[in-house]
């Protein structure tokens, strides 16, 4: 069984109807030479390159058992256009060979070149397609951690009010003050105020004496 020719794009597929005399194709590969003090030239051994595949034939405008595969292929102006707008969607295809030494790759179309009707093949299309290997490249999504938020400022805290004062009056006594509505409105309250160090300090041992002018400190 012969050698099958395929392009193919995505459902799309085209098979040759005439096989191309060769399926060989370049495979080169990447070297480098450097010359190193004390050693010479050495070559450094790089990464293969793209394989590089040639497709010359021709399309007949009808079947013909002695170099045709097959029956039924569209007509040579069809072929020209396909494949045409396959390379001009600027994408790649798969280029297959059946059989000993196949070939399974995605290539792009680098070239089309096209001469209508040789003499004495009238309606023929002869061709020639070089095609390159195409490498997907695919790009790894690299998670990246987000920064801690930064901690919110603490409110500052607020300063605290400064103390309640009542300056004593002519015949006040800590009782009274107690008793008035803008101070605790209970009499019996009277020993709280009398209970801060700092009125203490100024009333002396003796609650029942407090003279006018005094400042005392009212606690809440």
């Given at each position: 069984m012969s050698n099958e020719y395929w392009l193919i794009k995505g459902?799309?597929?085209?098979?040759?109807?005439?096989?191309?005399?060769?399926?060989?194709?370049?495979?080169?590969?990447?070297?480098?030479?450097?010359?190193?003090e004390g050693l010479g030239e050495?070559?450094?051994?790089?990464?293969r390159g793209l394989r590089e595949f040639e497709i010359s034939s021709f399309w007949p405008r009808e079947y013909n058992p002695s170099y045709c595969g097959y029956k039924d292929f569209i007509k040579p102006s069809a072929?020209?256009?396909?494949?045409?707008?396959?390379?001009?969607?600027?994408?790649?295809i798969r280029y297959v060979v059946t059989g000993a030494g196949g070939i399974n790759v995605e290539v792009t179309i680098r070239d089309f070149q096209i001469e209508p009707e040789r003499a004495g093949n009238p309606g023929d299309i002869y061709f020639t397609?070089?095609?390159?290997e195409w490498r997907e490249v695919k790009v790894e999504?690299?998670?990246?951690?987000?920064?801690?938020?930064?901690?919110?400022?603490?409110?500052?805290?607020?300063k605290p009010k400064p103390p309640k004062m009542y300056v004593v009056k002519k015949g006040d006594c800590l009782w009274n003050i107690a008793k008035k509505k803008s101070i605790y409105g209970d009499a019996m309250k009277w020993r709280k105020i009398y209970n801060v160090p700092a009125?203490?300090?100024?009333?002396?041992?003796?609650?029942?004496?407090i003279y006018p002018g005094q400042k005392l400190v009212i606690p809440k």
């Open positions: 459902k799309d597929k085209l098979r040759l109807p005439v096989n191309p005399v060769s399926n060989a194709y370049m495979s080169p590969f990447g070297y480098e030479e450097v010359e190193v050495i070559t450094t051994i790089k990464k072929f020209v256009t396909k494949i045409g707008s396959w390379r001009n969607d600027r994408e790649p397609i070089p095609l390159k999504k690299v998670k990246v951690a987000k920064p801690k938020p930064k901690p919110k400022p603490r409110p500052p805290k607020p009125n203490r300090k100024v009333i002396g041992r003796n609650p029942h004496w």
